[in-house]
């Protein structure tokens, strides 16, 4: 099955600063891959994805980057807001699979 | 865009009393619904796949009689926790597969219901 690798586990940056979180992913056949954010007591939101046949992705202060051959993606905020502060999962699914597998999170705290 | 609402939000019982979750899709329909489980500070780990009109599918090493889902209509699925324990006590979260116009199918997640059982 699916195995996804989420770095760092804490990352904690000034406002303003940039972050950026990295997963990797071990089946190739996955094909989309979204991120989530996850405030405390709240269940995940989408924030942005990105599908295999895109490098790169951007949303505002958000962009996420694809690598296929390296089977890595990246979730690159800039700018950074308190409210930015929050635990992300990326996470990686596969048309012929029915599941959403998760990283193990990072927890971003954003110092003002 | 695509909403789930769970329900509770919160709920604390007795050591051996049962526990019904909900999870509603309010403006698409859902065959498929997910119930997830999250531990303080860990990932969440998918409990089951629940199916419209037919039999949820469990996860290895998740009890089938003690977390009863129920996926009756294609907007509602429910999670039972029979004879709850304090070990069950956790944040559990589902979430629901809707199409964007791009027809990618696109996970969204309730805002979760923490159990705590005394």
């Known amino acids: 099955g699916e195995n996804v690798e989420q770095h760092p586990s804490t990352l904690s940056v000034q406002e303003g600063d940039s972050a950026v979180i990295k997963c990797t992913y071990s089946d190739s056949a996955s094909n989309y891959f979204p991120w989530y954010k996850q405030e405390l007591g709240k269940g995940p939101q989408l924030i942005i994805d990105i599908r295999s046949n895109v490098g790169e992705k951007k949303d505002q202060r958000i962009a996420v980057t694809l690598n296929k051959t390296a089977k890595h993606f990246s979730l690159h905020i800039t700018e950074t807001q308190p409210e930015d502060s929050a635990v992300y999962f990326c996470a990686a699914i596969s048309n012929a699979g029915n599941m959403l597998t998760f990283g193990g999170g990072t927890r971003l705290m954003v110092k003002p | 865009g695509a909403v789930v609402s769970q329900h509770p939000s919160r709920v604390i019982c007795k050591s051996g009393t049962s526990v019904k979750i909900e999870c509603r899709s309010l403006d698409f329909q859902a065959t498929t619904m997910f119930w997830y489980r999250q531990f303080p500070k860990q990932s969440l780990m998918l409990m089951a796949t629940?199916?419209?009109?037919?039999?949820?599918?469990?996860e290895q090493g998740v009890e089938k009689d003690k977390f009863l889902i129920n996926h009756a209509s294609l907007t509602l699925s429910t999670l039972t926790v029979t004879s709850a324990h304090p070990e069950d006590s956790s944040f559990y979260i589902c979430s629901a597969r809707s199409h964007r116009g791009s027809g990618a199918n696109v996970l969204t997640f309730g805002a979760g219901s923490r159990l705590t059982v005394l």
């Open positions: 629940s199916n419209e009109g037919s039999k949820a599918t469990y």
